[in-house]
């Protein structure tokens, strides 16, 4: 059996940071792959913000003559997460603030949005009308609102709350089997931080302006807020010459 990493190149396309508010990553040579795929990973996004990422071509490693594949990805805040967390500050939580989350599952490969659910700021918890008690501490409030997320009838389906304290960290309860979007009424009580959101961009080199001899692909990030940190990966696949060399500085297997 071949390993993944004989035939999968895996490179970084841009070094993970915090606090660059663009950046152009390095240009990779297509010559001897069919494939690429960019990941793009966010962290750390507050309501209103966001991240553009671009894919470039070029005619060389030096990214010269440059010129964008594809359309801009713009990476909203709150949008199809796998992880954030709800810092709940009781000073300023009112009754009605509230909490939309929508669940995201795969059918048939599709990722497809569930059914939104509204949670609720009252001086009481009640989990059967998806309420959470805001009367007491902050700690208080959080442990109420991971209750309501998590109950078996009336919380998210797919999606596990862990508290600690004020925070409530969102995930999934099987890690990439799914996704959600998170809407928060009041910005300063029940304070939501993307901590992992995921964009992907695909390059063929059919796709590419090989008439003019580009041979590589790179990324671009702009629009970053100095609180959010970024890192991207490039996948080069379909290799022309096996196996393929990893610039890992280290390497093992489960064997």
């Known amino acids: 059996m071949h390993d993944i990493r004989e035939a999968t190149k895996v490179d970084t396309a841009i070094k993970p940071q915090l606090g660059a508010e663009s950046i152009t990553g390095e ?38 003559s440059a010129q964008q594949l594809g359309a801009t990805i713009t990476m909203l805040q709150g949008i199809k997460l796998t992880m954030a967390m709800i810092t709940v500050d009781a000073g300023n939580s009112t009754v009605d603030d509230t909490l939309i989350i929508t669940p995201y599952t795969f059918v048939n490969g599709v990722m497809t949005a569930g059914t939104a659910l509204t949670f609720t700021a009252k001086a009481a918890e009640s989990l059967a009308n998806r309420q959470f008690n805001q009367a007491g501490t902050a700690a208080q409030e959080a442990t109420s609102i991971g209750a309501c997320i998590n109950d078996a ?79 991207c990966q490039l996948i080069r696949a379909v290799a022309g010459y096996k196996p393929v060399g990893q610039v890992s500085a280290y390497n093992d297997d489960a064997s």
């Open 27 to 64: 240009y990779f040579n297509m010559k001897t792959y069919a494939k690429a795929l960019f990941t793009l990973q966010a962290s750390g996004m507050l309501t209103g913000q966001e991240v553009e990422w671009k894919v470039y071509e070029a005619l060389n490693a030096a990214g010269g």
């Open 153 to 231: 009838t009336y919380g998210i389906p797919g999606v596990l709350a862990t508290v600690a304290d004020t925070v409530v960290t969102l995930t999934m309860d099987e890690p990439g089997d799914g996704t959600f979007t998170i809407v928060e009424s009041n910005v300063t009580a029940l304070v939501v931080t993307d901590l992992i959101q995921q964009a992907d961009f695909e390059v063929a080199v059919q796709d590419m302006d090989r008439e003019d001899d580009y041979t590589h692909v790179g990324a671009r990030i702009t629009a970053v807020e100095t609180t959010t940190a970024t890192a």
